[in-house]
C-alpha cells in the first residue's frame, strides 16, 4: 500500500540563518514504521517545536536530523546541504540532550569548552568564548563547580552554555525541561526563547507539553503515529485546529468533540462539532442543558454540563459563580463552532449558518430540560 505523504510549511527566515528541509523521510525499525513519509521545511532563524504524545515519532525526527539514527528514505539538507550520511559532528548542528550529558569529572569551565578542546580550537579563543557564554548565561560565578554542585536548572544552563559555546547555527533541544520543577521550567521556557531570538539560532525543540510549544514556538509541528497532523503558529493551531486529533490535544481543558447530531447541528453523518469551553456562554436563550458538576480554578470555573446526550465542559470566570439553578442555556458564537467531517477526509467543514445554529434558537426556558447523560 502507498503511504501518504505528510507535509509542513515553516514560517519566515531570518537573513544569513541557515534552513532544514526534509525530503519525504521515513523511518523502519523491522516491520514497524516509526515516521511515515513526511516533507517538512523549517527555515532559518525560527524556533520550531516538535510537538507530540509519548511514542509519536518527535524523538526519532531529531535524532535523524542529529545524525544518530539513519533515515529508512528520505534526505535532509541544511543550508542547501546534503547532510543525510554524514555523521553528526559534521553537521553544524548543536543538541541539547534531555539528561543534560554533563561530564561529572569536569567542572563548569571544563565542561561548557569541551566540545572546543575536541576541536582544537585555540586556548585564547576558547577563554574569551567561554567568558562571553558564561556572562550571557549567568555561569561567572559558577565556573569551578563540578555537576554534582549545582541545581537543576544550573545543569540545564551550563548544558545549554556547551551548545552555544559551539557556534553552530542550528540548535537541537529534545525535552530539555522534564526533569525541573513548575516555576524553573517557566523561568527556562523564557531564557531559552530569549537566547534564540538574541543569537537567531534555528532552533528545534521536541516536548510533550502543550504550554512550552504555545509559548515557545514560533511555528508547531504537531506530530500522530509518526505523521504530521498539523503545522502552523501556536495561534493558527489553536483557533483553526485542521483535525479532532489537533482540536483535543491543543487546549486545556480540551475542546469538547461531540457529534454534530447530539447538538441539532445540521451536517453530513459522522460530522464531530467543536467547541472551546470559553467560547461557551450561560445565556437566557440557546441550547438547553442541565449542571453536572464544576471545578474552583482560582480565576476560573470549570463547569460540565448534559446537552442532550452529549457532556461540554465551559469555562467561565469565577467571579461571575455557578448558575442559579441546575436547568440552564449555551450559547457560542457561530464562527466558535467548529465542524470536523469522518476521518479519514478533509481536515473540516466550513462554519455553518449562523441562521442554523441552535445556540441562537428560542428560549430554552420553554423546552424541556435535558437529564444528564448516563
Known amino acids: 500500500m502507498k503511504r501518504a505523504k505528510s507535509t509542513c510549511v515553516a514560517a519566515q527566515s531570518l537573513p544569513d540563518a541557515p534552513g532544514l528541509i526534509l525530503h519525504d ?20 532563524g525560527e524556533f520550531t517545536v516538535l510537538l507530540g504524545p509519548s511514542g509519536c515519532g518527535k524523538s526519532t525526527l531529531l535524532r535523524m536530523i542529529a545524525g544518530f539514527e539513519t533515515p529508512t528514505g528520505g534526505r535532509i539538507t541544511l543550508g542547501g546541504r546534503d547532510i543525510t550520511a554524514l555523521p553528526s559532528s559534521q553537521r553544524d548542528i548543536a543538541m541539547v540532550f534531555q539528561n543534560y550529558a554533563l561530564f561529572p569529572h569536569l567542572d563548569v569551565a571544563g565542561n561548557i569548552t569541551f566540545g572546543l578542546n575536541v576541536r582544537r580550537v585555540p586556548r585564547a579563543e576558547q577563554r574569551q568564548r567561554l567568558d562571553e557564554v558564561a556572562r550571557m548565561m549567568g555561569l561567572d560565578a559558577l565556573l569551578r563547580r563540578k555537576p554534582a554542585q549545582l541545581s537543576g536548572g544550573q545543569q540545564q544552563r551550563v548544558a545549554l552554555a556547551r551548545a552555544v559555546i559551539s557556534g553552530r547555527p542550528v540548535l537541537l533541544m529534545d525535552e530539555p525541561l522534564s526533569n525541573l520543577d513548575a516555576k524553573l521550567r517557566a523561568e527556562m521556557r523564557a531564557e531559552i526563547r530569549a ?30 503515529a509518526g505523521r ?52 461557551i456562554e450561560i445565556a437566557e436563550t440557546g441550547l438547553p442543558a442541565r449542571l453536572v458538576s464544576h471545578e474552583y480554578l482560582g480565576a476560573d470555573l470549570l463547569i460540565t454540563v ?39 477526509g478533509p481536515a473540516s467543514l466550513p462554519t455553518p449558518d449562523p441562521a442554523s445554529d441552535p445556540a441562537s434558537g428560542p428560549a430554552c426556558a420553554a423546552e424541556p430540560a435535558p437529564q444528564p447523560a448516563s
Open 228 to 279: 504530521i497532523e498539523q503545522s502552523g503558529t501556536p495561534e493558527q493551531i489553536y483557533s483553526r485546529p485542521a483535525t479532532p486529533f489537533a482540536a483535543r490535544f491543543i487546549g486545556s481543558p480540551p475542546m469538547n468533540l461531540v457529534p454534530a447530531e447530539a447538538l441539532g447541528i445540521a451536517a453530513p453523518p459522522g460530522t464531530s462539532a467543536g467547541l472551546r469551553p470559553e467560547d
Open 306 to 344: 448534559a446537552a442532550g446526550s452529549a457532556r461540554l465542559i465551559l469555562r467561565r470566570p469565577a467571579r461571575l459563580g455557578l448558575p442559579p439553578g441546575p436547568e440552564l442555556c449555551l450559547r457560542w458564537a457561530p464562527d466558535a463552532l467548529h465542524r470536523f467531517a469522518p476521518q479519514p
Open 25 to 44: 523521510l521515513s523511518k523502519d525499525y523491522g516491520t514497524q514504521r516509526a515516521i511515515e513519509t513526511l516533507g517538512c521545511e523549517i527555515r532559518g
Open 195 to 224: 537566547l534564540q531570538r538574541r543569537l537567531g539560532l534555528t532552533l528545534i525543540y521536541v516536548t510533550h507539553d502543550q504550554v512550552e510549544a504555545m509559548t515557545m514556538a514560533d511555528r508547531i509541528i504537531l506530530l500522530n
